[in-house]
């Protein structure tokens, strides 16, 4: 449950409050967060409804490729038995900047192509227009792959 809070605070909508909508935005996660507690099918049902808006869509979207991102990073160091430490070294990365990957955090494109690289593996990004049916398919997996990830955990 935790997990999904912090993910739901990444989201744009929620990372910055600098204007009026945005902080009642915050404020209402707050309030959200207070009134449902541990209550898993509440904010699934906030989370569904907040869905059908464009720009939330977009950053949970957006949110849950960088989850899948960095779940694969995580995976490919440990088949390789890899410590926090090897992929520090070998990546040329501070400890915190692994521990940023390893935790789910917002690390920088340079952690990440570092820490690819310390596991022997390349990120790799691509333009595609977003009517693409494979961008659509990719977008529908990430969505899929969060909510059972986010099922897993609780």
Same mark, same amino acid.
């Given at each position: 449950?935790?997990?999904?809070?912090?993910?739901?605070?990444?989201?744009?909508?929620?990372?910055?409050?600098?204007?009026?909508?945005?902080?009642?935005?915050?404020?209402?996660?707050?309030?959200? @967060? %207070? #009134?449902?507690?541990? &209550?898993?099918?509440?904010? /699934?049902?906030?989370? *569904? !409804?907040?869905? =059908? +808006?464009?720009?939330?869509?977009?950053?949970?979207?957006?949110?849950? @490729? %960088? #989850?899948?991102?960095? &779940?694969?990073?995580?995976? /490919?160091?440990?088949? *390789? !038995?890899?410590? =926090? +430490?090897?992929?520090?070294?070998?990546?040329?990365?501070?400890?915190? @900047?692994? #521990?940023?990957?390893?935790?789910?955090?917002?690390?920088?494109?340079?952690?990440?192509?570092?820490?690819?690289?310390?596991?022997?593996?390349?990120?790799?990004?691509?333009?595609?227009?977003?009517?693409?049916?494979?961008?659509?398919?990719?977008?529908?997996?990430?969505?899929?792959?969060?909510?059972?990830?986010?099922?897993?955990?609780?």
């Amino acid at each position: 449950m935790l997990s999904e809070w912090r993910f739901l605070e990444k989201l744009p909508s929620f990372r910055r409050a600098p204007s009026t909508e945005e902080t009642r935005s915050v404020d209402e996660l707050s309030s959200l @967060r %207070r #009134a449902i507690g541990s &209550d898993h099918a509440s904010l /699934a049902g906030y989370v *569904a !409804g907040r869905l =059908q +808006e464009p720009q939330f869509r977009d950053g949970y979207i957006d949110a849950g @490729r %960088r #989850a899948m991102i960095l &779940d694969d990073l995580v995976m /490919a160091s440990q088949r *390789a !038995g890899l410590t =926090q +430490e090897d992929i520090a070294r070998t990546g040329d990365l501070s400890p915190d @900047r692994v #521990a940023e990957v390893r935790i789910g955090g917002d690390p920088t494109l340079f952690t990440i192509f570092q820490y690819a690289r310390a596991v022997d593996k390349r990120v790799v990004f691509e333009l595609r227009d977003s009517n693409d049916a494979e961008v659509i398919a990719q977008e529908r997996l990430a969505l899929r792959r969060y909510e059972a990830a986010e099922e897993e955990a609780t």
